[in-house]
């Protein structure tokens, strides 16, 4: 079954907590993206990967970083959590030009 | 800097009452409009990709249109299992803007019976 997935889906942390949370799809797809969607600000981008090595900054990128080592992954790591990105964060991928493929989200809280 | 504002924020309706979704947007140069849906706790799902205005697509009871300024989604006779969040996205022209999509707020829709 295509898919992305992401783990945890659940994750509550402290405040320093250096913590990585990982997205993997097996479409194939070049294009990679990580979304944070809070109430009333809706989802904005964080960081997309064009391909292997290929990454660029969204929208709200501070705070987190990516990596793209191998075409199917791209974990998303937050080296020293805040409370401010406590949100719903959601992994995606697609292919150039085509549909963009979500993943089932990851609550994070950070205390 | 580009803007996506969809309206209304929430819609209730009955069954069978048809209506219509908003998503306006502001951008330097459209590369494409999506639509997605959202049930609560999970991912969005693609539903639309419209490239130039006058384009339409539909799917069962979703119809959804573009003109140069805005995009509609139109419901025809729904039913409870449309009730969802409705997103908007847009993705612009330019270098390096390949994967930026910017998403409007979304529109809360519940059907009831």
């Known amino acids: 079954e295509a898919q992305v997935t992401q783990n945890p889906r659940y994750l509550i942390t402290v405040t320093g907590k250096k913590l990585t949370v990982t997205c993997s799809q097996n479409m194939n797809h070049e294009y990679m993206s990580w979304y944070r969607q809070d109430p009333g600000l809706g989802l904005r981008q964080i960081y997309y990967s064009m391909n292997v090595e290929v990454t660029d900054k969204g929208d709200v990128p501070e705070g987190y970083k990516v990596s793209r080592k191998e075409k199917r992954n791209f974990p998303l790591i937050l080296e020293s959590p805040s409370p401010n990105q406590t949100s719903l964060y959601f992994c995606?991928?697609?292919?150039?030009?085509?549909?963009?493929?979500f993943g089932p989200g990851t609550r994070l809280t950070v205390t | 800097e580009d803007q996506v504002t969809q309206s209304p924020e929430a819609l209730r309706l009955q069954e069978g009452e048809s209506s219509s979704l908003n998503c306006s947007y502001t951008v330097s140069g459209l590369r494409g409009l999506f639509w997605y849906r959202q049930d609560p706790g999970k991912g969005p799902e693609f539903l639309f990709t419209?490239?130039?205005a006058g384009e339409e697509k539909e799917k069962e009871r979703l119809k959804a249109t573009l003109t140069k300024k805005e995009s509609f989604l139109h419901i025809t006779a729904p039913k409870p299992e449309d009730s969802a969040t409705y997103l908007c996205a847009v993705q612009v022209r330019g270098t390096g803007t390949a994967s930026k999509l910017t998403f409007g707020t979304g529109t809360r829709l519940q059907v009831t019976l």
């Open positions: 995606a991928s697609r292919l150039a030009g085509g549909e963009q493929y």
């Open positions: 419209l490239y130039s």
